[in-house]
């Protein structure tokens, strides 16, 4: 298995206050990415980073930022967190990928499980 | 349109059949096919890529058509334990490419 983890697995909190999650990899990949799932969505892609202090956009953006001071870590913060933003949270990395010749797969860790109350 | 569809399910079969999925894309410039596998509550795991010529891996056997713009996945001799939800995926050249996962396809395989 890819080696990512993510922390922490399970979260509890209140509406308005913030959060962050942690991904970290001992894989030396490139990209990273966080998504969350929700029924009847899917995966839907939050940012992305494409490498050390960069990072962008994906479609579900609004209310989330990233930071990527160092390749293995990728945090994930609610600066004021919201009930809609209850999720599973999965972060992924691959060798290759957004903006580029993706012809590599994603590997994701074991999700973070938020409920915000 | 949604760029990558599936069906959503469920299926259910008896262990020992052959079941197979369809994953449509939208986007002639896509590069690159995969199929996951998603059990309940965890994470999605990469099941095989999809290449051209189709390939094999047991009793999994992945086919791409790209003048029909679709992707499928058979599972031959179903066991108990395939049942989860099948995830089909699709790099995308959109001008900047783009990974784009289906919503999946859920398969409940009985004794």
């Known amino acids: 298995d890819a080696g990512i983890t993510q922390s922490p697995r399970h979260k509890v909190t209140e509406t308005g206050t913030p959060v962050t999650l942690r991904c970290h990899q001992t894989?030396?990949?490139?990209?990273m990415y966080w998504y969350r799932q929700d029924p009847g969505h899917g995966l839907r892609l939050i940012h992305y980073s494409y490498g050390v202090k960069d990072t962008d956009k994906g479609e579900v953006s609004d209310g989330y930022s990233v930071s990527r001071s160092k390749t293995e870590d990728f945090l994930l913060t609610l600066e004021s967190a919201t009930s809609s933003q209850t999720s599973v949270y999965f972060c992924?990395?691959?060798?290759?990928?957004?903006?580029?010749?993706?012809?590599?797969?994603?590997?994701f860790g074991d999700g973070t499980r938020l409920s915000i109350l | 349109r949604k760029e990558v569809e599936q069906d959503p399910g469920p299926f259910n079969v008896p262990e020992g059949a052959t079941v197979a999925f369809n994953c449509t894309y939208s986007n002639s410039a896509s590069q690159s096919f995969f199929w996951y596998r998603q059990d309940c509550r965890k994470e999605p795991k990469l099941l095989m890529s999809?290449?051209?010529s189709g390939n094999e891996d047991g009793r999994f056997t992945a086919q791409l058509n790209r003048a029909s713009q679709y992707i499928s996945l058979l599972i031959r001799d179903s066991k108990l334990s395939d049942s989860a939800t099948y995830l089909c995926v699709v790099n995308m050249d959109t001008g900047g490419f783009k990974t784009i996962f289906g919503a999946g396809t859920r398969l409940f395989v009985k004794a």
């Open positions: 999809v290449y051209s």
């Open positions: 894989e030396n990949h490139r990209y």
């Open positions: 992924a990395i691959s060798e290759s990928g957004q903006g580029a010749m993706g012809n590599q797969p994603q590997h």
